[in-house]
């Protein structure tokens, strides 16, 4: 055990050295603009919920010091409540598309099919992708086009800033840690040709590159890291570019990386599948400490080693109790070194040193069994209220339907779906706001098994009433039928069924 100690502590010192000796030497400030290529570029701008600041980022990207006839926005409202009228204005030339579906689907899926509609589009040469509630430089796009011809695919520095200019404690350390790995952390594995963990905010990826990886899957941190995985398998490393710089309200705060149980199960996962060394080193890279394990493994080693004489490694390499101390010392300077390369001031040490605490407390925070307590405590003093309706339903693999039941639950207003079929039943694992919501839930499950649930709310012929209640389970019927007269309203359920159910298609709202 005090061997893999040893090595692991050995190997996150030599790393971190390398990071801080890459760092010495200065970015070149002065570009020579003339040797550059004028790319066509095709801006992204990914909008869900409330509008936000979407109109001021969209008003940023049109005022750019870059060839305006050199790059396009395309604007994706998913399921966005009250859109600025500002964005639908024809002469600022964007492209709205507008998917009023009954749920949003996603950034994943939205930015998949506007990538394929674009595949062949004459004379693209990259995407940006960015969230709605950024804002962005006068000079972001000319960046852009810059390091396009550095790096295949790359993300812009986010700094969070917040309205008032006094932060929170705990918001200044997040801030804090996030500049310091952005700065420095990913800068210098830039530098070094390795790759970053991809943060879907904000990236850009050229166009051959993303017809060649395929379509995307972001549906959360560990899609993201998979991601970033599947372009490193293809020796593709994600750059991260302190010169373009990008900027979110803390209250948007999201450190975008997976936690380490997350992290060791990647590792665990992918270590014996990497097809190259990037991609080996990015998964390892995974597992690096912070600065408390790094304290405790080094005084752990020293005092081991300065009582009991030191260790071997590998069986009969001796390592004494100075070779550690020489060791310590190393990473401690590099350390220092890390902290000017990143620009973090002295009144800011406070705030980084302090991020284990806040994710230590973090992680028992939502540990289990203190989560269950928590949940216990706050929930000891209410009275659950549970209603439940079953109704039939019918399933169908395309070819033949099946004739099952659904349990309608409402436990305390929110709302579960329990799924039956021959006396074997499935129950959907989240609690939702929405009945809709939880049939949602249950529509993906099957068609995991390649299976479609036959109800109104997922025909596309189905329109949702807006009367007010939570649920929103009434809707109307929209279907042709024989001797239908135009403008009759048909009155009916989400969980209801007919013979004229055709399933939706999202594609087809574009």
Same mark, same amino acid.
């Given at each position: 055990m005090i061997t893999l100690i040893y090595l692991y502590i050995t190997v996150f010192t030599v790393y971190f050295v390398l990071l801080s000796l890459v760092s010495l030497k200065s970015e070149k400030k002065i570009r020579d603009k003339y040797t550059s290529k004028d790319s066509n570029i095709c801006v992204i701008v990914y909008a869900s919920g409330e509008a936000g600041t979407l109109e001021y980022l969209i008003r940023q990207l049109k005022n750019q010091t870059y060839d305006k006839l050199?790059?396009?926005?395309?604007?994706?409202?998913?399921?966005?409540?009250?859109?600025?009228?500002?964005?639908?204005?024809?002469?600022?030339?964007?492209?709205?598309?507008?998917?009023?579906?009954?749920?949003?689907?996603?950034?994943?899926?939205?930015?998949?099919?506007?990538?394929?509609?674009?595949?062949?589009?004459?004379?693209?040469?990259?995407?940006?992708?960015?969230?709605?509630?950024?804002?962005?430089?006068?000079?972001?796009?000319?960046?852009?086009?810059?390091?396009?011809?550095?790096?295949?695919?790359?993300?812009?520095?986010?700094?969070?800033?917040?309205?008032?200019?006094e932060m929170k404690f705990w918001d200044s350390v997040r801030v804090t840690y996030t500049r310091y790995i952005s700065k420095f952390i990913y800068n210098?594995?830039?530098?070094?040709?390795?790759?970053?963990?991809?943060?879907?905010?904000?990236?850009?990826?050229?166009?051959?590159?993303?017809?060649?990886?395929?379509?995307?899957?972001?549906?959360?941190?560990?899609?993201?890291?998979?991601?970033?995985?599947?372009?490193?398998?293809?020796?593709?490393?994600?750059?991260?570019?302190?010169?373009?710089?990008?900027?979110r309200e803390i209250e948007n705060f999201d450190l975008r990386i997976p936690s380490l149980s997350k992290r060791i199960s990647i590792f665990t996962q992918n270590w014996t599948k990497t097809k190259n060394l990037k991609s080996f080193e990015y998964i390892a890279s995974l597992l690096i400490p912070n600065w408390l394990v790094c304290t405790l493994c080094y005084a752990f080693l020293l005092s081991h080693t300065y009582h009991f004489g030191g260790i071997k490694v590998l069986g009969f390499i001796p390592v004494g109790y100075f070779t550690v101390l020489i060791?310590?010392?190393?990473?401690?300077?590099?350390?220092?070194?890390?902290?000017?390369?990143?620009g973090i001031h002295s009144k800011d040490y406070l705030y980084l040193f302090s991020y284990p605490l806040y994710s230590i407390g973090h992680i028992v925070k939502n540990f289990?069994?203190?989560?269950?307590?928590? /949940?216990? @405590? *706050?929930?000891?003093?209410?009275?659950?209220?549970?209603?439940?309706? %079953?109704? !039939?339903? &019918?399933? +169908?693999?395309?070819?033949?339907?099946?004739?099952?039941?659904?349990?309608?639950?409402?436990?305390?207003?929110?709302?579960?779906?329990?799924?039956?079929?021959?006396g074997k039943s499935y129950t959907t694992k989240n609690n939702h706001l929405r009945m809709v919501d939880a049939l949602k839930e249950l529509s993906q499950k099957l068609s995991d098994y390649g299976l479609s649930l036959k109800i109104c709310q997922c025909c596309k012929y189905f329109q949702h009433v807006v009367d007010g209640s939570? /649920?929103? @389970? *009434?809707?109307?019927?929209?279907?042709?039928?024989?001797?239908?007269? %135009?403008? !009759?309203? &048909?009155? +009916?359920?989400?969980?209801?069924?007919?013979?004229?159910?055709e399933k939706q298609n999202v594609v087809n709202l574009f």
């Open positions: 050199r790059y396009t926005i395309y604007v994706i409202l998913d399921k966005v409540e009250n859109p600025p009228e500002f964005i639908f204005q024809t002469d600022l030339g964007i492209n709205v598309v507008n998917i009023n579906n009954m749920e949003p689907i996603g950034k994943s899926q939205a930015y998949s099919i506007i990538a394929e509609k674009l595949s062949e589009a004459p004379n693209l040469d990259a995407y940006v992708f960015i969230d709605a509630g950024s804002y962005v430089d006068s000079d972001f796009m000319e960046n852009v086009n810059f390091y396009l011809t550095k790096h295949p695919v790359f993300m812009p520095i986010v700094n969070y800033i917040a309205e008032d200019t210098a594995r830039t530098r070094l040709g390795l790759t970053n963990l991809i943060n879907t905010d904000a990236f850009v990826i050229k166009r051959d590159l993303l017809n060649k990886i395929g379509s995307f899957d972001f549906r959360d941190k560990i899609s993201e890291a998979n991601y970033t995985l599947k372009l490193a398998n293809e020796n593709i490393a994600v750059g991260s570019i302190n010169d373009i710089k990008l900027y060791s310590a010392l190393t990473l401690l300077l590099a350390f220092s070194a890390s902290l000017f390369h990143a289990p069994p203190i989560r269950g307590i928590r /949940n216990i @405590v *706050q929930n000891k003093n209410r009275k659950h209220t549970v209603e439940k309706m %079953e109704t !039939d339903v &019918i399933v +169908t693999d395309g070819k033949q339907d099946y004739m099952c039941k659904i349990e309608l639950i409402s436990d305390d207003g929110l709302a579960r779906v329990k799924f039956i079929n021959r939570t /649920n929103m @389970v *009434q809707g109307q019927c929209k279907c042709p039928m024989t001797g239908r007269l %135009e403008g !009759d309203i &048909i009155p +009916t359920l989400i969980w209801n069924t007919c013979p004229k159910f």
